[in-house]
């Protein structure tokens, strides 16, 4: 007998939330309740306050949506809608620090122990902006920093599968989610949390709260660079991420036809607009070279995005060819810049990682400021 959303909602109301005296369902707490062939999905939205000391109540809501008959799986996610926050020396909403020009932005909170974040964008979807914040964050890796990797696509998170990860992270101090961990990267991503196949039924505020909850109710330790992979488009996500923290540069995945060009312009100037340096564009799925006979041909034609770069004046970071070794390798959990380190391909994505790297660090990197309440 499958089970229905109604039987779900019907199980949580009897799970009451203690401080409140009153069911979570009566509450306005759940939301996003998505049941597929027995797996279900839903959120609990709670006070940021009260986050912490409301996982019982989580555990609590699984347990009673599990005790029905036809429950394959249960994922509740804690998720919380953050208060504008209070006035701080160069935080957000703060007035500007003594001797700053007049009109002046105040600093935006950067994230402890993390030296700078970088946001790999791409105007639309399948441009293979996944893959290549992957095997940039390896690649940086190899080249000696110590790297994260945030999966910023609440609606479909890649990380898990690329990293060859799964299970959900643990809390060691009972308020921040412990990163995984594979090839030396520490990792983040909402496929930890929910089962593959779930969908993310969420409207924009919940994806802008997941995000913020995902860079900094992490325990990220120090980190020279931080890597996130951006959903497509220019929406929350791209505005909470470039709104939220001090971002060092984007990094613009395109592939050479002009149809993505067009959308990857897109994605280039509203991060201009929003003060967030262009570190520059990759042209992805290049070329295609036969690996039987060697004939090249250019399947989305091809030196479009070097092109516009010169036209935009950013730098142009690289190519990386359309290979079946790349596809092979990221679908298989070990990504081709750590299964095959030698290969044209990883060096490839080291030298990029490389120009990357310079051009953080001639920017200064952003490094987190410190901040006293007043």
């Given at each position: 007998?499958?089970?229905?959303?109604?039987?779900?909602?019907?199980?949580?109301?009897?799970?009451?939330?203690?401080?409140?005296?009153?069911?979570?369902?009566?509450?306005?707490?759940?939301?996003?309740?998505?049941?597929?062939?027995?797996?279900?999905?839903?959120?609990?939205?709670?006070d940021p306050q009260r986050g912490a000391a409301l996982e019982p109540l989580r555990q609590?809501?699984?347990?009673?949506?599990?005790?029905?008959?036809?429950?394959?799986?249960?994922?509740?996610?804690?998720?919380?809608?953050?208060?504008a926050p209070k006035a701080v020396s160069g935080g957000p909403g703060a007035p500007a620090?003594?001797?700053?020009?007049?009109?002046?932005?105040?600093?935006?909170?950067?994230?402890?122990?993390?030296?700078?974040?970088?946001?790999?964008?791409?105007?639309?979807?399948?441009?293979?902006?996944?893959?290549?914040?992957?095997?940039?964050?390896?690649?940086?890796?190899?080249?000696?920093?110590?790297?994260?990797?945030?999966?910023?696509?609440?609606?479909?998170?890649?990380?898990?599968?690329?990293?060859?990860?799964?299970?959900?992270?643990?809390?060691?101090?009972?308020?921040?989610?412990?990163?995984?961990?594979?090839?030396?990267?520490?990792?983040?991503?909402?496929?930890?949390?929910?089962?593959?196949?779930?969908?993310?039924?969420?409207?924009?505020?919940?994806?802008?709260?997941?995000?913020?909850?995902?860079?900094?109710?992490?325990?990220?330790?120090?980190?020279?660079?931080?890597?996130?992979?951006?959903?497509?488009?220019?929406?929350?996500?791209?505005?909470?991420?470039?709104?939220?923290?001090?971002?060092?540069?984007?990094?613009?995945?395109?592939?050479?036809?002009?149809?993505?060009?067009?959308?990857?312009?897109?994605?280039?100037?509203?991060?201009?607009?929003?003060?967030?340096?262009?570190?520059?564009?990759i042209e992805n799925m290049s070329y295609f070279c036969c690996p039987n006979c060697g004939?090249?041909?250019?399947?989305?034609?091809?030196?479009?995005?070097?092109?516009?770069?010169?036209?935009?004046?950013?730098?142009?970071?690289?190519?990386?060819?359309?290979?079946?070794?790349?596809?092979?390798?990221?679908?298989?959990?070990?990504?081709?810049?750590?299964?095959?380190?030698?290969?044209?391909?990883?060096?490839?994505?080291?030298?990029?990682?490389?120009?990357?790297?310079?051009?953080?660090?001639?920017?200064?990197?952003?490094?987190?400021?410190?901040?006293?309440?007043?």
């Amino acid at each position: 007998m499958a089970v229905t959303e109604s039987q779900v909602l019907e199980a949580l109301r009897r799970v009451v939330d203690p401080d409140r005296g009153s069911d979570i369902v009566s509450l306005k707490m759940v939301s996003g309740v998505a049941v597929k062939d027995g797996h279900v999905h839903f959120t609990l939205e709670v006070d940021p306050q009260r986050g912490a000391a409301l996982e019982p109540l989580r555990q609590s809501a699984e347990k009673a949506v599990d005790r029905l008959p036809g429950v394959l799986s249960v994922t509740a996610v804690l998720t919380a809608h953050r208060p504008a926050p209070k006035a701080v020396s160069g935080g957000p909403g703060a007035p500007a620090a003594p001797g700053a020009a007049p009109g002046a932005k105040p600093a935006k909170a950067g994230i402890p122990g993390v030296a700078a974040i970088i946001a790999v964008a791409s105007g639309k979807g399948g441009v293979g902006k996944s893959t290549t914040s992957t095997n940039l964050a390896l690649a940086m890796a190899a080249n000696g920093l110590k790297v994260g990797l945030l999966d910023a696509d609440i609606y479909g998170p890649s990380m898990p599968r690329m990293m060859g990860l799964s299970g959900k992270p643990d809390s060691t101090d009972g308020k921040r989610l412990d990163p995984l961990v594979n090839y030396g990267i520490k990792v983040m991503s909402m496929g930890f949390l929910v089962a593959e196949d779930t969908p993310m039924i969420w409207r924009g505020p919940m994806v802008m709260s997941a995000i913020t909850q995902m860079l900094r109710d992490v325990n990220w330790g120090e980190l020279d660079v931080l890597v996130v992979d951006m959903p497509p488009g220019t929406g929350d996500a791209q505005l909470t991420m470039a709104q939220g923290v001090p971002l060092a540069g984007a990094v613009i995945v395109s592939t050479p036809q002009d149809i993505a060009l067009l959308d990857a312009r897109k994605g280039l100037n509203m991060f201009r607009r929003v003060d967030v340096p262009v570190l520059g564009i990759i042209e992805n799925m290049s070329y295609f070279c036969c690996p039987n006979c060697g004939h090249r041909s250019d399947i989305f034609s091809h030196g479009g995005a070097k092109a516009e770069a010169e036209k935009l004046g950013i730098d142009f970071l690289g190519e990386v060819p359309l290979d079946i070794a790349i596809r092979e390798t990221s679908d298989a959990g070990t990504p081709i810049t750590v299964s095959q380190p030698d290969g044209v391909h990883a060096q490839t994505y080291r030298a990029i990682a490389a120009r990357v790297a310079e051009k953080i660090k001639a920017g200064g990197g952003r490094a987190a400021p410190r901040f006293v309440i007043e």
